[in-house]
């Protein structure tokens, strides 16, 4: 068997002229990947729209409403910054049963890779920093729920603290946060996660990449997690436009196969999605997030999984 990849076809919703967020990036990735042979097409996983239910168990069901039936008031959509639409509704919710069978996947396989997701600004009564729903809390809740896993390691490497899920899991003794973040960045209210790592604005490859170090190989050994969830954002890059922080695609690259190796290595599943990344060059930004899978792909095949 290959690695799996959950893939989101035709994930483009219409947004006003001018708006820049980069949402046909995920369409793209795909694309990326099949074309340059990283994947083949029977790898692919195509996620199904989970039950209200399951989002319901990180969000509050008035808010699941009003978001999904377009009744929600002009000053929560601001906040989130996405104007709505029933087709980015519809693909939202489509988001966050990837983020579901991504996980289920990496508990029967030991790897897989989502090619959207990351939405960890989202707080139960409210979206924000075109976050929705919360897709990584809601997955390790389903998975729980399920009984499919007990303790779940949350490894967000996002250039912005994820703020809504350090929230979400605050008195959950069997999902713990780690959130490797530039200090200097949204949110300007950070919120207190199970680990926090601040960085300062400009940190370059090798202080990234030692400063993990000096955290993942710990909590892994010290948790025990019955699954990894990691938010692979490639916003920490130099040219990202909201990053602050001075990586490059070698040291994205490094990064991907440090986490990878490491948990694999360590016995330990890993649910891999894409996260954050902003960047006017598409083709650039794209090659970032597919850095994830390229190196997903290879520890798949070292490991043997």
């Not at 897989?112 to 809390?137: E, L, Q, R, V, W």
């Not at 649910?271 to 994830?292: F, K, N, P, Q, T």
């Not at 899978?293 to 043997?304: F, T």
Request: charge should be negative.
């Amino acid at each position: 068997m290959d690695l799996p990849i959950i893939f989101h076809p035709d994930y483009v919703a219409p947004l006003p002229p001018g708006h820049r967020f980069p949402m046909q990036k995920f369409g793209l990735l795909c694309e990326m990947l099949l074309r340059e042979r990283v994947i083949v097409r029977s790898q692919l996983h195509q996620p199904e729209l989970p039950p209200d239910e399951w989002i319901e168990l990180v969000h509050h069901p008035d808010y699941v409403q009003a978001y999904c039936g377009g009744t929600l008031d002009p000053k929560a959509q601001r906040r989130i910054g996405l104007p709505w639409t029933p087709a980015l509704a519809n693909r939202t919710r489509i988001a966050v049963g990837g983020a579901i069978l991504t996980a289920k996947l990496a508990l029967s396989k030991g790897l897989a890779c989502n090619t959207a997701g990351g939405t960890h600004h989202a707080f139960p009564g409210y979206g924000s920093g075109f976050c929705i729903f919360n897709d990584i809390a809601i997955a390790a809740k389903v998975v729980r729920h399920l009984g499919l896993a007990e303790k779940i390691l949350i490894v967000d490497l996002d250039v912005h603290q994820g703020d809504a899920t350090a929230v979400i899991f605050q008195d959950e003794p069997n999902v713990f946060t780690f959130d490797l973040h530039c200090q200097g960045n949204f949110p300007a209210r950070k919120q207190s996660g199970d680990r926090d790592v601040p960085l300062p604005v400009g940190m370059e490859d090798d202080e990234y990449l030692q400063t993990l170090a000096e955290y993942l190989p710990d909590l892994l050994a010290e948790f025990r997690p019955d699954l990894v969830i990691y938010d692979a954002g490639v916003d920490p890059h130099i040219d990202d436009r909201l990053g602050k922080l001075a990586l490059t695609d070698s040291g994205l690259w490094r990064r991907e196969m440090q986490v990878l190796s490491t948990c694999v290595g360590m016995g330990y599943p890993v649910a891999g999605i894409i996260g954050g990344g902003y960047c006017d060059d598409m083709e650039s930004l794209v090659y970032r997030h597919s850095l994830l899978h390229r190196a997903a792909s290879e520890v798949y095949c070292q490991y043997r999984l």
